[in-house]
């Protein structure tokens, strides 16, 4: 039964995610440490939340979303999904095409070309074979980035004490503040919540012990996004055993370049290829979130291939256009905080809702603490939008 939340956990070690945690270790060490651990358990709360929502009602959350809405406001929903859907398939490709640069010197907007047609490839894994063997090339990629971020750990290792020091709450100025609003607003991807309710209604459809299901569900939840978490942990412990106070680790060329004269180049290709199989994973998965998207909300159905092709153009006109790849995945991830709420408030509504949930609405405890993580994502998002409107301004 394991699975679902396998593929969703892509979303949490994407190339929006690199960068940030990168930076953070670069820049304050391991200051934020409690940063992650605390975007983790959200995380595992909204995800279980979308899985159960799916399993419980047979319905995706744009499903139900374009059921209740009235046309306008059902087609405004979908613009605002799209451009989230968008923004994350932008940064899954620049992210992709960055490795492909660092690994064989391939030039951006060939490198996302690259990554487009070898996601369309995963993608056609699943229009031909169905939802188990997708899972299964995602969670070998997801496998592969575990171990290309987390093997530079095993060459410099990371100082207990100061991991020990990272779990005290904590921020040290203005711009810490911004760095880990930023880390915790890219956490809770809206397109994996609205795919991991499809996921998992796609997969246990047939099962008809719900509560069996649910059970395992939290297994597989809790087992995939322990692997997310550790994986981004480590790259921020990574980053503050080896990159703390070498200039130019701002982008993820320039830490690259800093860890192969660290740790040396075999470490650096691990890490490359690591973040090669993230681009690749994730904007398969977001392909296919963009398509559950579309045909919960306008009751649309175009073939994943097509959309893959479609949504690869912008990326790669950016690319093409010489933009900065570092400043294009940053851009990603302040759009991706717009979407947030839309996502997670009513995820939590439905769940909460016994006349759509029955016996399996959540109790008042879960209630509390998913309205509370609600309240904590869509307020550390707009403290991540203030500081970087306010932050260009200046």
């Known amino acids: ?23 953070s270790g670069a820049s304050y060490g391991y200051l934020l440490v409690w940063v992650l651990v605390a975007a983790n ?28 809405l009235s046309p306008w406001p059902r087609r405004a929903f979908w613009v605002q999904a799209e451009l989230v859907a968008l923004a994350t398939d932008l940064a ?11 690994l064989f010197g391939v030039p951006l907007p060939l490198g996302g070309l690259i990554v ?36 530079g750990l095993v060459v410099s290792p990371p100082d207990a004490g100061g991991v020990v020091g990272g779990l005290v709450p904590r921020f040290d100025g203005a711009e810490s503040v911004l760095l880990a609003a930023s880390m915790l607003g890219a956490t809770v991807m809206p397109h994996a919540v609205y795919v991991h309710s499809a996921l998992s209604r796609d997969r246990h459809h047939a099962q008809r012990d719900t509560a069996l299901v649910l059970r395992a569900t939290r297994f597989d939840v809790g087992g995939a996004l322990a692997v997310a978490g550790v994986v981004n942990i480590g790259m ?26 660290a740790l040396g180049p075999l470490v650096g290709v691990l890490f490359a290829v690591g973040l ?34 479609m949504t690869l153009v912008p990326a790669i006109a950016l690319l093409a256009a010489g933009v900065d790849p570092t400043w294009a995945l940053v851009i990603s991830q302040v759009v991706l905080s717009f979407g947030i709420p839309f996502a997670v408030i009513p ?23 998913a309205w509370t993580a609600v309240a904590l994502i869509v307020a550390l998002n707009a403290v991540l939008l203030w500081l970087t409107v306010t932050g260009a301004a200046g």
Not at 41 to 68: C, F, H, M, N
Not at 133 to 145: D, Q, S, W
Not at 347 to 369: I, K, N
Request: hydrophobic share 50%; no cysteine.
């Open 41 to 68: 358990a959200v995380a595992v709360l909204v995800q279980y939340q979308s899985a159960k929502l799916g399993i419980v009602t047979g319905r995706s959350l744009p499903e139900l979303l374009g059921d209740r």
């Open 1 to 23: 039964m394991l699975g679902p939340a396998f593929v969703a956990a892509v979303a949490y070690v994407d190339p929006g995610n690199v960068a940030a945690n990168l930076t």
């Open 276 to 309: 090669l199989a993230s681009g690749l994973a994730s904007t398969s998965v977001g392909s296919y979130a963009g398509a559950v998207i579309m045909g919960g909300l306008l009751h649309l159905r175009i073939p994943l291939l097509a959309r893959r092709a």
């Open 347 to 369: 995820l939590v509504g439905y769940t909460g809702r016994r006349s759509l949930m029955g016996e399996y609405r959540d109790p008042v405890l879960t209630r509390v603490l």
């Open 92 to 102: 899954e490709v620049v992210g992709g095409a960055i490795a492909l640069q660092l």
């Open 236 to 261: 921020l412990l990574l980053a503050a055993s080896t990159l703390g106070g070498v200039e130019g680790t701002d982008t993820i060329a320039g830490a690259h370049a800093a860890i192969v004269a």
């Open 116 to 151: 487009g047609l070898v996601s369309m490839g995963v993608l056609l894994v699943q229009t031909r074979h169905g939802q188990r063997p997708f899972e299964r090339v995602v969670v070998g990629l997801l496998a592969v980035i575990t171990l290309g971020f987390l093997t």
